[in-house]
Nanobody
Framework: QVQLEESGGGVVQAGSSLRLSCVASGRTFSGRAMGWFRQAPGKDREYVAAISWNGDSTDYADSVKDRFKISRDNGKNRLYLRIDSLKPEDTAVYYC???????????????????WGQGTQVTVSS
């Protein structure tokens, strides 16, 4: 079992940047794809980005691909999400998740993930 804990959220101004982190403990996550999802107030949780087990492949939701960058450091059991040019509509709880496999089309679906963190709140003020 992998335990995931996100950090780095907060209240920020529109136009600024933020880096979210997720640390994994327990069972190793180095052989599994990892992803970020977010849930805005009153909305369903949505896919944001994913990265393959070795970091060679990444994928982004169309709505964020120009401003978000996902990365990982397997040596440190950490996953990151850098967000640039933050917008008020980026306000959400951001979750990291460990995938069931190394990479594949399932990384864009919640059902493709086995372990979830508790989330970190990002609030963007205009």
């Amino acid at each position: 079992q992998v335990q995931l804990e996100e950090s780095g959220g907060g209240v920020v101004q529109a136009g600024s940047s933020l880096r979210l982190s997720c640390v994994a403990s327990g069972r190793t996550f180095s052989g599994r794809a990892m992803g970020w999802f977010r849930q805005a107030p009153g909305k369903d949780r949505e896919y944001v980005a994913a990265i393959s087990w070795n970091g060679d492949s990444t994928d982004y939701a169309d709505s964020v691909k120009d401003r978000f960058k996902i990365s990982r450091d397997n040596g440190k059991n950490r996953l990151y999400l850098r967000i640039d040019s933050l917008k008020p509509e980026d306000t959400a709880v951001y979750y990291c998740a460990a995938c069931r496999g190394p990479w594949g089309p399932y990384v864009e679906r919640e059902s493709g993930y086995e372990n979830w963190g508790q989330g970190t709140q990002v609030t963007v003020s205009s």
